[in-house]
């Protein structure tokens, strides 16, 4: 019997340093589940300047070159390659180059798709606040369990989401959008009235960095942070520590509903 799909999205823009990590956490999240599914990753090697592609191949990974330089193109350009392969997928997955999921991920996802789920919402946690104050840690902790307060989580995050082939293909796939194409997306399919499931026991460990690949997304949410720490120590506005990695406005924290 030939065992059920998942494709696996990650779309990368730059990332040769941090790639690596992502895939060989991928591996292992496939293996634990290796006698119920097979997993197919696929890099989306998004205007890359760098080793990004060299390094996905040679960690196993597929391949897809586009020049887009948008997030929300590069996911939805993965997934529909995913799609139209020889094999049929019956589950889309997707995470980010700057992070590392746990080895039960595609377990967990693969158990709510067999209990009829039509997506599975993860959450993100961050290890290593290496370069930024305590202060932005315990800010960004109380603001996350606070949205998440409940059973149910309302966070939306692209580097821990997963859908049924079906339902992405139904409501329409990732928009677009230079950011919040993963909140977008949950959207359409919460609007559709499909099950989506939100579970907060597999976070994905992701990157602290404040000069993310996306303006105004999960590092943009952190730059707000950080603003609002230094601002309300000083009294006055606040100056950035690290003006190279800041360049922007720091928005809504889009990766957040």
Sequence with gaps: MTLPLIGCVVP???EEAL???CL???RVAAGLV???ARVRVLVVADACTDRTAEVARAHGADVLVVGARN???ARAAGAAALLAGIAPVVWLATTDADSVVPPDW???QLGAWSSGAEAWVGTVEVLDWAGLPRAVHVRYRAEYEERAAGDAHRHVHG???GVAAAAYRAVGGFPPLVTGEDVALVARLDGAGRRVVRDRTYPVATSARTDGRAPDGFAGHLRGIVRSVFSASSGSPVVTPCPDAWHGDSG???RIS
């Design 159 to 161: 580097a821990s989401l």
């Design 34 to 36: 290796a006698d119920r």
């Design 252 to 254: 809504p924290a889009a």
């Design 19 to 21: 790639l690596a990590d």
């Design 12 to 14: 990368a823009h730059d």
């Design 71 to 73: 997030v929300g193109r």
């Design 106 to 108: 595609f377990v967990a």
């Design 24 to 26: 060989d956490g991928l």
